[in-house]
């Protein structure tokens, strides 16, 4: 038992010692990973989360949704989620190719009055180069231990091991999950677009406005 419980405590520790040396030199290669967009150094690639927010305002709210829609299924993306407040505003969560995401952002400016617009990166190439590296190190221990499994004779041996490779499976899982996320992220960009009714003043809704801006004029002159 002592043998055994001692194997696995040195191969953890072999395996952190080789997960950091690993995670060293991959920090310097970002050049393995399949979906990653080009930095301004053409010889350095980085993983780039893009996003925008975009707000507009239409006359028709549920026929500007219709066009936003094509527009997506054009560029081969898809509508992650949707929410609608009557028939006043209704906001659109999009998932774009990320080679078609400017293109498509700009597509939409042209719906209707923008009245605020972001777009964003988030580069997370060092945080897929970590986790990577650790992952590699984790199926290693794994595979070292499903050896050491296989020697164990002793039932002792054999469920403690178990217990050992149940917690590095559950760790390997959670980082293959969190790196197909990433590349998920990089792949397809996200659009959240908010589409509003336009309003149009009335009679008195005129009158009003035009007393709140002369109101206005009395005490600022220039902003």
């Not at 499976?169 to 959240?192: C, E, P, Y």
């Amino acid at each position: 038992m002592k043998k055994v419980m001692l194997s696995i405590v040195v191969i953890v520790l072999i395996s952190i010692f080789s997960g950091c040396s690993t995670t060293s030199q991959n920090s310097s290669d970002a050049s393995s990973f399949g979906a990653m967009a080009q930095a301004e150094s053409p010889e350095q690639v980085r993983m780039l989360i893009w996003s925008a927010s975009l707000y507009v305002e239409v006359s028709n709210v549920s026929n500007t949704l219709s066009q936003v829609i094509s527009i997506t299924k054009k560029v081969d993306g898809y509508v992650e989620s949707e929410s609608a407040s009557y028939d006043d505003s209704v906001r659109v969560t999009l998932r774009i190719p990320v080679n078609s995401f400017k293109s498509t952002v700009s597509t939409l400016e042209t719906l209707g009055n923008v009245t605020h617009r972001r777009v964003s990166s988030d580069d997370v190439t060092e945080e897929y180069i970590d986790i990577d590296a650790r992952l590699k190190t984790m199926i290693a221990l794994r595979d070292r231990l499903r050896v050491l499994l296989e020697r164990a004779e002793d039932v002792k041996d054999v469920l403690a091991v178990e217990r050992e490779l149940s917690r590095i499976q559950a760790d390997i899982d959670s980082m293959q999950a969190r790196l197909k996320a990433l590349a998920g992220k990089v792949d397809f960009a996200t659009i959240n677009i908010n589409i509003n009714r336009k309003r149009i003043l009335g009679p008195l809704g005129l009158v009003f406005h035009g007393l709140w801006w002369g109101g206005e004029k009395l005490f600022v002159i220039q902003k």
